[in-house]
Nanobody
Framework: QSQLVQSGGGLVQPGGSLKLSCAAS????????IAWLRQAPGKEREGVSC????????YYADSVKGRFTGSRENAKNTVVLHMNSLKPGDRTVYYC???????????????????WGQGTQVTVSS
């Protein structure tokens, strides 16, 4: 079964940190760009972080630059998103998703991804 399984997230106070993980199985993970996406109610989907297959290049939304760091370890079929200096505006459900495409295009892509994680709630509140 091909899937992405997410873990992490939860509740944190403003200024705090959280880590999201996404584990892939059943498909050629190292051939796929991976995106972390979020969509708050009433807002468009936002590509938060998009990682290429193996070159270490990662793209970030302007809203999270300097605060979020994405990484991937192909040997473990895993991607991680470290989120620091969290703000109330970061509160929403986060998804990891995979598509065999250029990561430079992935964050702005509004079509269907090939694989989706189940979603993880991030709540930033005092």
């Amino acid at each position: 079964q091909s899937q992405l399984v997410q873990s992490g997230g939860g509740l944190v106070q403003p200024g705090g940190s959280l880590k999201l993980s996404c584990a892939a199985s059943g498909f050629a993970f190292d051939r796929y760009a991976i995106a972390w996406l979020r969509q708050a109610p009433g807002k468009e989907r936002e590509g938060v972080s998009c990682m290429g297959t193996s070159d270490g290049i990662t793209y970030y939304a302007d809203s999270v630059k300097g605060r979020f760091t994405g990484s991937r370890e192909n040997a473990k079929n895993t991607v991680v998103l470290h989120m620091n200096s969290l703000k109330p505006g970061d509160r929403t459900v986060y998804y990891c998703a995979a598509l065999p495409t250029d990561p430079a295009e992935l964050c702005g892509y509004d079509g269907e991804m090939e694989y989706w994680g189940q979603g993880t709630q991030v709540t930033v509140s005092s």
